[in-house]
């Protein structure tokens, strides 16, 4: 008996030593709503993981042996601007060799991952306002337009299998009658059990607001003939008093008609177009000085004539030590000559109209705008970056002059120890950097800190560039504790835009303007330069050096984000909305466009600029939508139905459901000063699906 045992012991075992398979098979990933799941598969030989998609992840690229791979997905990668895919697929290869040495082959891993689910509706408000209403049942005082609800009329034959009764109007034989529809329709926008009589053989009564929403609700329906308001009438006798104001009329935009403007989609983003009908008022009439310390600038340029303080003036040349801040060109990335400091400059400054001056042959007449539009904004122009940049102590020099403290200038040299005092006879009430380097220390650092901090204290805000690294790394002198860092931000073909691929982020990060997308790569904001797509960058003022005249050039950066921030505090100054730096940089913080997660964070600082709202603009728009923005910067645009329902399919991650009006013009809806209802949503395999219901702004 116990040799009986040892051997079906040793059958079990030679049973259980079967060989490994010669050969991998296909393999199916199923990941569902989870974040990660394992394959595995029996093998004798040797594998080698390729061709695995950004979204995913293995845990293990190469192994000998049995397969056993851990699979990863990052949803968010590959999620499109309009999320509008339930679930994701792709594949990838699994390279094998049997363990004879001599047989080979490829396996392919099929993977498919769902997405999660955020749904929910943007509502108009319950309550009607005057540009959406045609009468309520309610208001019955006699004002033109009033109604008492909608007769419906229903096309022939569709009332048959319909009854009157206590409750409204029940399907007798057919529930899905045209009628019961209608109802259930209605009772989507809010309105439950409505009242209804009957008219004729086919009309009906709803007593209902007979707003445009609910009419057009009704109008959509095919068996629906007709649906117009109930309307009230009125003896025909003059009365005494004046109709009551039932909403305020809107502004009309300001398009500016210069050649280019058209490209300068940023101050589109920004609201610029409200900002510029306030400016027809006359409002903004204190004059600000801005000081660019950059490379210059070319006084010739004609948009830029009379915008500019000149050589005896007060600007100067920090390199050269002479009073004429001319940019004489620094060779840029193209092998050409780029006129940086004139390029910043005309993102504040530039002329409106037609230039002044002889027009050279083939140069534009108009050319672009500038944000300032008629306010009486002047740059003081100091030269600082040479050829190879610039060094602490000539900025440090250049930020004393500009904010107004008396500097010796030239600077001291061993045959010159003691060059006389300067004082600059326009301080600044505000500095603009366009410059900065990642390695400095805050040690070496502090010299030019110290001068921000002291212009601080007498009044005068700097901002300064972020970098363009795309890295956490803090910029001097972006990180000087007073300074004002600006980074980047771009179109990206949503409601709401995102953080440039370049642009650093890191706590000092205080606000965000736009700067455009670099390299060419997007072009969302519909311009045509030349007959092609115009990139998502900055067009601004430039130099033409090979035939030294006027011209006009693309850049983009945080170099180009930062002038939006300096003209928008020139502007708020202007106007007298504010005084003094902290208030101007409180309110320019106070009415920026949240992006990314809830408050201010290191991406877009306390959110992008929005000039219609910190300036009070009129409102030029009033369009009802919805903004999707995720913790990390991100942004979607899922499709709204015709009652402003939405179903968005993404990854996981932390998101602001925003639905709100635009009334500034620039598509981004639910901003400050603008009617809002916003939720804050968190998806991920153990909340796969939330409907966050009706928003309603207001």
């Not at 598969?41 to 000998?64: A, C, D, H, I, K």
């Amino acid at each position: 008996m116990k040799r009986a045992l040892a051997l079906g012991g040793l059958t079990a075992l030679l049973m259980s030593c079967s060989p490994a398979p010669v050969k991998l098979n296909d393999m199916t990933v199923d990941l569902g709503q989870a974040t990660s799941t394992t394959v595995t598969q029996s093998f004798g030989g040797t594998w080698r993981v390729t061709g695995v998609p950004l979204w995913l992840s293995v845990n293990r690229e190469t192994g000998s042996g049995a397969v056993a791979l851990t699979v990863t997905a990052d949803r968010n990668a590959v999620t499109p601007l309009q999320a509008d895919r339930p679930t994701l697929t792709d594949t990838f290869k699994v390279e094998w060799t049997a363990a004879d040495g001599q047989t080979s082959g490829t396996a392919l891993v099929k993977v498919s991952a769902a997405q999660y689910t955020l749904s929910g509706r943007v509502q108009e408000q319950a309550s009607v306002s005057a540009a959406d209403t045609l009468g309520t049942p309610a208001l019955n005082s006699g004002a033109a337009g009033e109604s008492n609800g909608i007769i419906v009329t229903y096309r022939s034959g569709t009332l048959r299998d319909a009854v009157l009764s206590s409750d409204g109007l029940q399907a007798q034989s057919a529930p899905a009658s045209s009628a019961g529809r209608s109802v259930a329709t209605l009772q989507e926008l809010g309105v439950t059990r409505p009242q209804k009589r009957a008219l004729t053989g086919q009309s009906l009564v709803l007593s209902v607001p007979a707003t445009r929403q609910a009419l057009d609700t009704l109008r959509r329906d095919p068996n629906v003939e007709r649906a117009v308001p109930n309307r009230v009438l009125h003896v025909l006798s003059t009365g005494t008093g004046e109709a009551p104001m039932t909403g305020e009329a809107l502004a009309a935009p300001l398009l500016p008609t210069d050649q280019y403007a058209p490209l300068q989609w940023a101050f589109t983003l920004m609201g610029y177009r409200a900002v510029w009908r306030d400016m027809e008022a006359g409002k903004y009439n204190r004059p600000v000085t801005v000081a660019v310390l950059d490379s210059g600038v070319r006084f010739e340029h004609p948009d830029l004539a009379g915008k500019l303080y000149g050589s005896k003036e007060g600007a100067l040349d920090f390199v050269d030590g002479d009073t004429d801040p001319t940019d004489p060109g620094a060779p840029d990335s193209l092998g050409d000559r780029a006129t940086h400091g004139t390029h910043v400059t005309g993102i504040i400054a530039a002329n409106w109209g037609q230039n002044a001056g002889p027009i050279c042959a083939g140069c534009s007449p108009t050319g672009v705008v500038g944000a300032s539009y008629r306010a009486p904004v002047k740059v003081l122009p100091l030269r600082v970056l040479g050829g190879q940049g610039t060094d602490v102590a000539t900025l440090t020099t250049a930020l004393q002059y500009a904010a107004g403290q008396a500097v010796p200038f030239p600077a001291p040299t061993a045959q010159n120890p003691n060059p006389p005092q300067v004082t600059n006879p326009h301080p600044a009430q505000v500095i603009n950097l366009s410059l900065g380097g990642p390695d400095l220390t805050s040690e070496e650092a502090a010299p030019m800190c110290e001068a921000i901090a002291a212009a601080r204290e007498l009044g005068v805000l700097t901002f300064a560039a972020a970098g363009n690294d795309s890295s956490a790394t803090p910029y001097y002198p972006a990180a000087c504790p007073a300074a004002v860092a600006v980074g980047s931000v771009t179109l990206s073909g949503g409601s709401a835009p995102v953080k440039a691929w370049y642009s650093n982020h890191y706590p000092k990060v205080e606000l965000s303007a736009p700067g455009g997308a670099s390299l060419g790569a997007s072009h969302l904001n519909g311009g045509t330069l030349n007959g092609q797509p115009f990139p998502d960058d900055i067009f601004s003022t430039a130099w033409n050096y090979q035939k030294n005249e006027p011209s006009y050039q693309a850049m983009a950066g945080t170099s180009q984000a930062t002038p939006q921030a300096s003209a928008l505090a020139a502007l708020l100054l202007s106007k007298g909305v504010t005084t003094g730096a902290e208030a101007t940089l409180a309110r320019m913080k106070s009415t920026a466009t949240d992006l990314g997660a809830a408050g201010p964070d290191d991406l877009f600082g306390a959110g992008m600029l929005n000039a219609a709202a910190a300036l009070n603009a009129p409102a030029v728009s009033d369009t009802l939508g919805l903004r999707l923005q995720d913790d990390q910067g991100r942004t979607f645009q899922p499709a709204l139905n015709t009652l402003g329902q939405f179903t968005a399919y993404v990854g996981d991650g932390t998101y602001q459901v925003i639905g709100g009006r635009d009334q500034n013009g620039n598509g981004i809806y639910g901003e400050v000063q603008e009617p809002h209802a916003s939720k804050q949503v968190t998806l991920g395999p153990s909340l796969p699906a939330v409907n966050v219901g009706s928003l309603v702004p207001q």
